[in-house]
């Protein structure tokens, strides 16, 4: 069965540095997002990705976060300038439909990103 | 403010039991809702989804129910397995684009 990959699983940056995550989403689907979890709490949304731009995003998706799709298969959430706050799991997710219709998302296992 | 809470935070049963997770949101609109399971490090799994107009469904062990009028749905899990263990999360779309909302999630362990 078709699944969304990611790299690397566990990533270890200090405060300041930039880093890059990524996503192989599953190859037919056509939209993409990323969300978060801090440890210990809930899933969070970050955005959401649609025919090569930005289809919505949370108030947690700020100026030091960009997505990009460089070419027909990744799928890539850099964090220019990370903050120990930024520590936490990263999950990518596709779908073949937008999330108010009846199709499941699809998840990665995540990136544990650690800031120190 | 879309809100989805769960209940119990976390639960004990025996391998073999029955248990059901509940889950109520405050999402408006709404257009649906989903169970997913998140085995420990690992990526959300869905298990159900469900749109206003369906009351029940059903995969495999797990059978989630949704009363769209009190907003309010359950997670019902049938022979449980220790391979059940995990936390069980319910997500609820708003109807608008991708900012689903997931609740903070049931803890489940299933003890032989």
Redesign the interface.
Known sequence: EPE?TQTPSHQVTQMGQEVILRCVPISNHL?F?WYRQILG?????LV?FYNNEI??K?EIFDDQFSVERPDGSNFTLKIRSTKLEDSAMY?C?SSDV?????????????TRLTVT | KNQVEQSPQSLIILEGKNCTLQCNYTVSPFSNLRWYKQDTGRGPVSLTIMTFSENTKSNGRYTATLDADTKQSSLHITASQLSDSASYICVVSPGGYQKVTFGTGTKLQVIP
């Open positions: 969304v939209y997002y709490q809930k899933v969070e949304f959401s289809s919505e949370s999950f997710a937008g999330a108010s219709y009846n199709s499941p998302l699809h998840f990665g296992n995540g």
